[in-house]
């Protein structure tokens, strides 16, 4: 993106052209120019891969949750027990089964920025995914072995491990929505989202759990859970959730769908984004033709200057005019006789 661009004569004469908005105005100033000028361009653009600080200031955002934001803003609202600050942080609370709070879109949130930046890495390989799929199988087995690690894989307690994870889910999701991403195109990642989300509430609603009925959503008698109990290796942690795991088998299913729907975000502020740098490249072309064409201009007023301070005749200073003041008479005096006395 253009940002500045200075035509200058050193020393001299200056045009600035500096943006004032996102649309194509500009403001130029000038500097007299001297007699020796010598012509410079200096034009600083933005790089175009740099980062996009929406997505990180949005990133840094849910981080500040997720690390421990959510103490710190109860610890303040303690401070001042009022019905309204009770409620508020009752928002900073994952609810018990049933519907959500603020705090339970902070996950979420997350895995809809790890979409995001998808484009933004990966689109150069659309049109040869088999190039892509080592670099993401990667990062998915490199993440998924750091979340295993932090639930305790160093103890070599296999039948008490936790496979199931934040970071885990981070991984399978991205990998997932990464393959489905080189290889669809935008179409097909839409269809791709809305199938597996009314897959998933088909699977829900429709398929009875052993010995059970179909369409349980209720916390001992829902699939998810069932499924979990049953294939999910090592140990089902009370405290995430007890009759499966928060982070389980089929509850996976739509996070996958909510990765691809930052993907879908991210292709298109990455397309916002390629318009405005073709805009500003145009810009730019037009910006360069008109300064110089500005210094021709320049050039050409400052030879004429140049050629009449080499013309002009040197300067004479002209003699003081004797004065004339009638009826006053001025005598030479005499210093000789001054002298003789001495």
């Known amino acids: 993106m253009l940002s500045l661009v200075d035509y200058s004569v050193d020393g001299a ?28 361009l200096s034009v600083k653009r933005l790089d175009q891969n740099s980062r996009l600080l929406s997505l990180d200031a949005l990133r840094g955002f849910d981080m500040f949750w997720i690390a421990g934001g959510d103490a710190l803003t109860t610890g303040i609202l303690s401070r001042f027990p009022l019905p309204t600050t009770e409620r508020l942080k009752d928002q900073l609370e994952h609810v018990d089964w049933e519907g959500f ?17 998808i484009p933004f890495s990966l689109e150069k390989f659309q049109e040869r995914p088999a190039s892509a799929y080592s670099r993401i199988q990667r990062r998915t087995a490199l993440l ?10 160093l103890k070599f307690d296999f039948a008490n491990l936790r496979y199931a994870g934040v970071l885990q889910r981070i991984a399978i999701c991205y ?81 996958v769908a909510t990765v691809l729907l930052g993907a879908l975000a991210g292709r298109w502020l990455k397309s916002l984004r390629s318009d405005r740098n073709e805009r500003d490249h145009d810009l730019h072309r037009t910006m360069l033709r008109r300064l110089r064409q500005d210094g021709h201009l320049l050039r050409q007023r400052n030879r004429r200057t140049q050629r009449r301070l080499e013309h002009r005749r040197p300067h ?16 030479q005096p005499d210093f000789s006789k001054a002298v003789g006395k001495r």
């Open 13 to 40: 004469a200056s045009l600035s052209y500096t943006r004032l908005s996102s649309d194509e105005y500009f403001q130029i100033s000038s500097i007299p120019m001297n007699e020796q000028p010598v012509l410079t």
């Open 101 to 117: 709070r603020f705090y339970d879109l902070i996950f979420p949130l997350f895995m809809f920025l790890v979409g995001c930046v």
């Open 144 to 153: 998924f072995l750091l979340g295993v690690i932090a639930n305790g894989l």
């Open 175 to 255: 990998g997932t929505g990464a393959i489905l991403f080189v290889n669809l195109k935008l179409r097909g990642q839409a269809i791709a989202v809305a199938g597996i989300l009314l897959g998933y509430w088909a699977v829900l609603a429709l398929v009875p759990v052993l010995g059970g009925t179909a369409g349980d959503f209720t916390k001992e008698g829902n699939l998810g859970g069932h499924l979990d109990r049953t294939f999910l290796p090592g140990k089902i942690m009370q405290a995430y959730y007890g009759y499966g795991d928060k982070e389980g088998l089929l509850s996976t299913i739509p996070a």
């Open 316 to 331: 004479r200073r002209k003699p003081l005019r004797k004065m004339a003041f009638p009826g006053l008479r001025v005598s």
